[in-house]
């Protein structure tokens, strides 16, 4: 039986943190995972048949973590030859509740943008200065690593993703001064701003339509699924000698018990059980990369990272590509985001738009602790309905009917920082839980950020599997690691 109690919410008010459920078995369809037939090849992979009953490494989650974890345990056991470290390849599970890569990844706007200077002030003055670079060095490394393994492949066109930039509205004067004064400050301490520019609001009207000052910064948008879909796809081609990927969806993990105390990877002895609904599977090490959900397994992470709902839709402009722009676009009042789809090559089509925000405006305050995505907000899609109409006169019919909208959960942390690293109780013990490893708590900027913490946890894994020692690379802010996070644990720990 689960008690809750109190703990801080996302807002400094006091809240019930419970453990969230498994992912909701009928979630609203997205754009990325139903608007064609076969954008979901892998959807049920593994579903049925014999389950895989031992392995290495679990990884609960198939979104762009838990794939991401196994791409770079495949390089990495593909670099160092890793089956001369103990018979046979390296064994990796992923075990997915829903279809596949049917979470955040395959629900959210596409984005992929590195942050550049946003925050950077404060960032400055709460953790002084290279802590605060590498927040925004840790965006740039994960976005030029997606970017290059999608060029270095030609996923480009597959995927869709279009180098269109992005450009933030300032809709408030507050939120124009605040936004200077973030590039003051970035400006000073080098952060790499080359790309960035400040567009004023006579040239933003002229440019692009609405009157507003915004900020320019280099991104991408591209389709998350497809992205993670051909990843998977090439890591489970790297399977052979060093290293072999399975996948089981609709194999929801419902609990992890450690069965063994010894940790000794070499003696062939398996320490933990992960049990699933459809039968259980030995491993030596597990890998949570459930985000939103991180606390059904985890129970004390309750209010430490919680699910929170977003919604997203697909709507038509009443203009073709040309009068909108390829950009990607954001605003600082409401946070909502939106892009263009990249239209056919000479189409005078109307352009289709990918919009999501107005969490603000939810019955549900900010849709925090909502781990409902089998419904939609009817506020948030009223709001989302009637925001473009307003920012793009002429460009957009107000009220116009989506063709699609949808809601994906997001596993936010009070600090809007990721948990990366070893499972660590709430009492700063990292041997309660040692052989286990968690990235998630994204808050809702994800794309630029789990497939680099993805890295870090594959190598901890295999430190931890050679007996060898695991040192943080420069980019990765200190800050992300969970045991600098115990203060973050001991507010909102769970009972049982
Ligand atoms: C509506 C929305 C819009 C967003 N827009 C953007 C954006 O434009 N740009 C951006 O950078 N970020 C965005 N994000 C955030 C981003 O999508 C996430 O941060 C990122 O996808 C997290 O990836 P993940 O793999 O950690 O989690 P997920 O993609 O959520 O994957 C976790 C997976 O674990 C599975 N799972 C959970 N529990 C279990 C269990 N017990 N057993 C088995 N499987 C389990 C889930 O079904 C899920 O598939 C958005 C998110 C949402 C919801």
């Not at 078995?25 to 049925?48: I, K, V, Y």
């Not at 069965?259 to 990877?265: P, R």
Request: proline letters at 6%; hydrophobic letters at 35%; a negative charge.
């Amino acid at each position: 039986m689960t008690i809750p109690i109190q703990s801080r919410s996302l807002r400094g008010a006091v809240e019930t943190a419970q453990p969230t459920g498994l992912p909701f078995a009928n979630p609203t369809q997205s754009f990325w995972t139903d608007s064609s037939p076969n954008a979901n090849l892998l959807a049920s992979r593994g579903s049925e048949g014999p389950l895989t009953d031992d392995a290495d490494i679990c990884i609960v989650g198939s979104g762009i973590t838990g794939v991401g974890v196994a791409y770079h345990l495949a390089q990495a056991a593909q670099a160092t030859g890793y089956a001369s470290m103990r018979e046979g390849p390296l064994k990796v599970v992923i075990l997915e509740a829903r279809d596949f890569c049917s979470g955040a990844t395959g629900r959210n706007g596409g984005h992929l943008r590195a942050a550049t200077y946003i925050g950077y002030a404060a960032r400055e003055a709460a953790f002084g200065r290279d802590e605060a670079m590498r927040s925004y060095k840790v965006e740039a490394y994960t976005t030029r690593s997606i970017v290059s393994i999608v060029r270095e492949h030609g996923w480009d066109n597959d995927i869709d993703m279009v180098n269109g930039g992005h450009i933030r509205l300032y809709l408030t004067e507050a939120g124009a001064c605040d936004a200077r004064r973030d590039l003051e400050c970035a400006r000073m301490s080098s952060l790499d701003l080359n790309a960035v520019k400040w567009i004023e609001k006579d040239e933003m009207a002229t440019e692009y339509g609405p009157p507003y000052p915004g900020v320019y910064s280099p991104a991408y948008n591209l389709w998350p699924l497809k992205f993670v879909t051909k990843l998977y796809e090439h890591t489970e081609g790297l399977s052979g000698q060093h290293f072999s990927l399975t996948l089981h969806t609709h194999t929801p993990a419902t609990a992890v018990e450690r069965v063994v105390q010894t940790s000794d990877y070499q003696s062939g002895i398996r320490p933990y059980v992960v049990s699933t609904s459809r039968g259980s599977i030995l491993c030596s090490k597990v890998v949570h990369a459930t985000n939103g959900y991180a606390s059904h397994l985890l129970p004390f992470l309750a209010g430490c990272i919680v699910p929170t709902r977003g919604q997203v839709m697909a709507v038509r402009a009443e203009v073709s590509i040309d009068q909108i722009k390829t950009n990607a676009w954001g605003n600082d009042r409401g946070s909502e985001y939106w892009f263009v789809r990249p239209a056919q090559k000479d189409s005078d089509e109307k352009s289709l738009i990918i919009l999501g925000g107005a969490r603000q405006l939810a019955v549900t305050p900010f849709e925090s602790n909502v781990q409902d995505d089998s419904t939609v907000c009817p506020v948030v899609g009223k709001a989302l309905r009637n925001f473009l109409p307003s920012v793009f006169p002429g460009k957009f019919m107000p009220e116009r009917k989506p063709e699609m909208e949808w809601t994906g959960i997001m596993g936010f942390t009070e600090a809007g920082d990721p948990l990366v690293g070893p499972v660590v109780d709430p009492d700063g013990n990292i041997d309660t839980f040692k052989g286990q490893f968690i990235a998630a708590g994204y808050s809702g900027h994800g794309m630029p950020r789990a497939f680099g913490c993805a890295e870090i946890i594959s190598q901890m894994v295999i430190a931890e599997l050679s007996d060898n020692k695991w040192s943080r690379p420069e980019w990765l802010p200190e800050r992300f690691l969970t045991w600098n996070r115990i203060d973050d644990l001991k507010d909102s720990s769970f009972k049982a």
